[in-house]
């Protein structure tokens, strides 16, 4: 879990990629352009690539704690995003299921959903 958040703070995606199972499904939550089920790592990656062009702007993480065993990992981080001169600053939950030490499934638990959905509409 760890390995995979500071490989995502440094753009290491190949290294982010190692972490994931091959069919690893994302879920982040809302109706914003970022939100939906993704199943698979190019589908994966497609939608972070996605979000990351439609942002258009900044955005910055700060992991603020870890936590985890061998079957869960979490990482609760604050994350700060600029668009269209927009900032929204908020805390994050990721809760991931792991199996045979693959990410097979990601949970993102955003602090306030309706912030999130308007910021990105």
Known sequence: MKRMTEA????????VQECWAE???WRFPGRSVIAGVFRGKKAVLKNLSEGARA?????DYTPRAFFG???YGAVLYEITSTRNGKTLTEIRFMLCTIDNDKIVEVRIYPEDQYALDEFWS
């Open 8 to 15: 995502l703070l440094r753009g290491d995606m190949t290294t």
């Open 23 to 25: 069919d690893i499904i």
């Open 55 to 59: 942002h258009g702007g900044r955005t």
């Open 69 to 71: 065993d061998e079957r």
